[in-house]
């Protein structure tokens, strides 16, 4: 009985260590990657908003455009179909160039538009010349085409390192990144998505989707994702007014979802 005991003990020391060890682990991921993990506050080094801490429950749906015109007319007619009055769109300028038609149809419907950049490459591998060119050029072509100056950007493939964030923030961008991603550019199937943004969803959360014509099925599980939020309770908004809400809580907003991943991730859970 003693032996089992010790026994006992032992892997219940071994579990805590383990553990304990796993959170230093998390809190030397955070460490290093701070400058990827938060974003709104006073402060001002440079950073990208994955969420607002929020006890409402408001959730922001947000769509990356680069290429195609199949995919953005039906994603548009579910939003309104379902009186989904409020989401935004981040577009590429070069797509926005060439589709203006599908930039003014969003506009129109009143959702709100940032950009996506310029070229759809990994800003980080780019000269600090060459990323002020491509957050300029986008920023101009969005600017024309829809006559409003945009504030928020989301960068091609969420890339970035603080050169990019300083240089962002230099031109009057909050950088937005997200908190749950769809997956829905993997096309694993209709249910595999509203299953994924539906069990990850939280207040204050940012949701990535695609509005490109790489997406096969996001305007079939639209609609089922917009039901179940709704039964959830979801208030669906801009990024803007969840930028808002944390403007008004007037303190620094953290990332938590994402600091526990990295804990449950080291602990191997």
């Given at each position: 009985?003693n032996?089992?005991?010790y026994?006992l003990?032992?892997?219940?020391?071994?579990?805590?260590?383990?553990?304990?060890?796993?959170?230093?682990?998390?809190?030397?991921?955070i460490?290093v990657?701070k400058?990827?993990?938060?974003?709104?506050?006073?402060?001002?080094s440079p950073?990208?908003?994955?969420?607002?801490?929020?006890?409402?429950?408001?959730?922001?749906?947000?769509?990356?455009?680069?290429?195609?015109?199949?995919r953005t007319?039906?994603?548009?007619k579910?939003?309104k179909?379902?009186?989904?009055?409020?989401?935004?769109?981040?577009?590429?300028?070069?797509?926005?160039k060439?589709?203006?038609?599908?930039?003014k149809?969003i506009?129109?419907?009143?959702?709100?538009?940032?950009?996506?950049?310029?070229?759809?490459?990994?800003?980080?591998?780019?000269?600090?010349?060459?990323?002020?060119?491509q957050?300029s050029s986008?920023?101009?072509?969005?600017?024309?085409?829809?006559?409003?100056?945009?504030?928020?950007l989301?960068l091609?493939?969420?890339d970035?390192?603080?050169?990019?964030?300083?240089i962002?923030?230099?031109?009057?961008y909050?950088?937005?990144?997200?908190?749950?991603?769809?997956?829905?550019?993997?096309?694993?199937?209709?249910?595999?998505?509203?299953?994924r943004?539906?069990?990850?969803?939280?207040?204050g959360?940012?949701?990535l989707?695609?509005?490109?014509?790489?997406?096969?099925?996001?305007?079939?599980?639209?609609?089922?994702?917009?039901?179940?939020l709704?039964k959830?309770?979801?208030?669906?908004?801009?990024?803007?007014?969840?930028?808002?809400?944390?403007?008004?809580?007037g303190?620094?907003?953290?990332?938590?979802t994402?600091?526990q991943?990295?804990i449950?991730?080291?602990?191997?859970?």
């Open positions: 009985m032996n089992f005991f026994v003990n032992g892997k219940r020391i071994k579990k805590f260590f383990f553990v304990f060890t796993a959170a230093l682990f998390a809190v030397g991921i460490y990657e400058g990827h993990v938060t974003v709104f506050s006073e402060e001002s950073s990208a908003i994955y969420s607002v801490s929020t006890e409402k429950k408001v959730i922001a749906l947000t769509f990356d455009i680069s290429w195609g015109d199949k007319e039906p994603i548009l579910v939003l179909d379902k009186g989904v009055q409020k989401a935004t769109f981040f577009l590429s300028s070069p797509w926005s060439s589709h203006p038609e599908i930039v149809a506009q129109q419907q009143g959702y709100e538009i940032g950009s996506h950049g310029h070229k759809h490459v990994n800003y980080s591998g780019l000269n600090e010349e060459e990323i002020t060119r957050i986008a920023h101009s072509i969005l600017t024309d085409l829809t006559g409003k100056e945009p504030k928020l989301r091609p493939n969420g970035f390192d603080k050169r990019v964030l300083k962002a923030q230099n031109k009057g909050s950088v937005i990144q997200w908190d749950t991603d769809s997956q829905d550019w993997m096309n694993k199937g209709v249910q595999t998505i509203v299953d943004v539906v069990s990850k969803a939280h207040p959360d940012i949701v989707l695609h509005a490109s014509d790489s997406v096969k099925q996001t305007h079939e599980a639209l609609p089922i994702i917009i039901d179940e709704r959830k309770g979801y208030e669906f908004v801009t990024v803007s007014d969840l930028l808002t809400e944390a403007s008004v809580k303190s620094e907003v953290r990332d938590q994402w600091v991943q990295e449950n991730n080291a602990a191997g859970m």
